[in-house]
């Protein structure tokens, strides 16, 4: 199994119709009657869980239908209960209910789970709710490098072909039918569910777009919306897509080299990191790094993948950044995550079947693709390319359908959004932040001057405002910036793997 080097993001926290036109259409909601939802305790912290019928093709409701799983922990303080909050996970690919119900990633303590009922799901096509399923040695096949020649971009249309028909023939007719303006209508069954009027929702990454695409549906059915590090479902340029998510890779990295210079306990204090850097990238290339431990040689697409995981969460990983890297310089042994074989003969990807159903790249061939690289690299000189290039690159030639497609959010009739961003994420960059906010009104952004994806996770200051506002409505004065919060002393101890959702190839997810 192909190594994976520094986990993620949140889990959880972390792609509406086939045309823009279609999109702006807004379907009305089911008016029948949902069956009552027959919940059975779930996970070691008071946890509900439960299926409920939803269509497999929302388009032919009195079709086939599947069991989506959902899950519950009731709100802690039930005389002051504000209704049901929906936290959806992020990925896409990632399960809900195993970091937000089984797992407790919202704490007691929280005011979010001391007055709402938190509900979460298992997306369709994830998990519990009739995930896609893939043989685990087509998985395995597949290409780890941005093509490099003609031979290369072949070979990666020819897999993404292969792995498209594999996983449809391995999964059913759910394949088809796992697009963000499908996710978004399940919340809205969830909700009638429920048996309630209006919900409010919250989501870190990915889950974003699931909110931004329900609130295209249903803004009426909307209490409150707090969308942490945005999506921006509007990009059709694949370099403009590629350039921003290597900008923000660039100016995670000189923060962080300058984290390094400014505090004394980071293991590269008073060394030139991003010399440093340079040189084993340099090496990587040119096939000289070794894993010492292994031998194995380190390729620069893995050093850059380790890099790039490590901005997600600077707290809980740039004390691991610098202590491989200054591992890596002294040529000493710098044990590498890997992602755990699966036991079985398929596995749950979902990813690329949910992710090329929302976007489709007009690419012309190698040629293009390699002259994004050079420039890219150019502007770039330290970090070359976000290793979301594979965003691009996995939809070309995939067989499935393109059933959401890009296009800008139509959005009338909600209540106001707070929209928290940070100065640089990796994840979802400050653009895509932008883009989305132009998108949507009445929407107020969170300025976190730092780094990372998922400001609740990253920012005390940023999960008080974003708290608050889902609880009493009350936002942030416009304008309002909270200040980095970068660690002084390495982490007490490493994230749980639940909270870290992993591609079972190890590219990093959304």
């Known amino acids: ?229 945005n999506m921006d479902h509007s990009i059709t340029s694949a370099f403009r897509y590629l350039q921003t998510t290597t900008e923000d890779f660039e100016g995670s990295f000189k923060a962080f080299a300058r984290w390094c210079g400014q505090t004394q306990s980071c293991p590269l204090h008073g060394q030139d990191v991003t010399a440093l850097w340079d040189g084993l990238h340099r090496k990587a290339a040119d096939g000289t790094l070794k894993d010492p431990s292994t031998g194995d040689p380190i390729t620069a697409e893995q050093l850059r993948v380790f890099l790039f995981d490590g901005m997600y969460d600077p707290a809980g990983s740039w004390f691991d950044v610098a202590t491989t890297l200054k591992a890596l310089q002294a040529g000493k042994a710098a044990q590498l995550r890997t992602v755990a074989t699966p036991k079985a003969e398929t596995v749950n990807y979902a990813y690329p079947a949910i992710w090329c159903s929302d976007w489709k790249w007009q690419v012309s061939g190698f040629k293009e693709l390699d002259q994004y690289r050079k420039r890219l690299e150019a502007l770039y000189p330290h970090t070359k390319l976000s290793p979301f290039w594979s965003d691009v690159m996995s939809c070309l030639n995939w067989q499935g359908k393109v059933t959401n497609p890009q296009h800008r959010l139509d959005i009338s009739g909600t209540q106001p959004t707070l929209l928290p961003k940070a100065r640089y994420d990796v994840g979802t960059p400050a653009a895509w932040n932008y883009a989305a906010a132009a998108q949507i009104p009445k929407t107020t952004i969170l300025e976190y001057d730092g780094v990372g994806h998922g400001q609740y996770r990253n920012s005390t200051c940023a999960r008080t405002h974003i708290e608050t506002y889902l609880t009493s409505l009350k936002l942030p004065p416009s304008g309002t910036h909270c200040a980095p919060e970068y660690p002084s002393q390495p982490p007490a101890s490493v994230r749980a793997t639940e909270e870290r959702p992993l591609s079972v190839t190890g590219r990093p997810l959304h």
């Not at 093709?57 to 209960?81: E, F, Q, T, V």
């Not at 007691?108 to 509900?119: C, G, I, N, P, T």
């Not at 996710?183 to 889950?207: K, T």
């Open 1 to 229: 199994m192909r190594k994976r080097l520094v986990s993620a993001l949140l889990a959880g926290l972390a792609l509406v119709t086939a045309t823009a036109t279609a999109a702006s259409a807004k379907p009305k909601p089911q008016v029948t009657a949902p069956a009552p939802v027959s919940w059975e305790a779930c996970g070691d912290y008071g946890g509900e869980c439960a299926t409920i019928k939803v269509p497999v093709d929302y388009a032919n409701p009195s079709g086939a239908s599947l069991d989506l799983a959902i899950g519950r922990l009731k709100a802690l303080n039930p005389a002051k209960r504000i209704g049901v909050l929906i936290v959806h996970p992020g990925g896409p690919g990632a399960s809900g209910i195993n970091p937000f119900i089984l797992h407790n990633a919202i704490p007691a303590e929280s005011a979010l789970r001391q007055y709402f009922d938190l509900v979460s799901v298992d997306p369709r096509g994830v998990a519990r709710s009739n995930p896609i399923q893939c043989d685990l040695d087509v998985v395995e096949q597949g290409p780890l490098t941005y093509p490099a020649s003609q031979s290369e971009y072949q070979a990666w249309l020819a897999y993404n072909a292969k792995l498209a028909q594999n996983c449809r023939e391995r999964t059913g007719p759910v394949f088809d039918h796992v697009d963000t303006t499908s996710a978004a209508r399940d919340v809205d069954s969830i909700r009638a569910a429920l048996g309630e009027r209006q919900l409010s929702f919250f989501a870190i990454s990915y889950g974003t777009q699931v909110g931004q695409q329900y609130a295209e549906l249903f803004p009426r059915n909307l209490r409150a919306m707090a969308i942490d590090s």
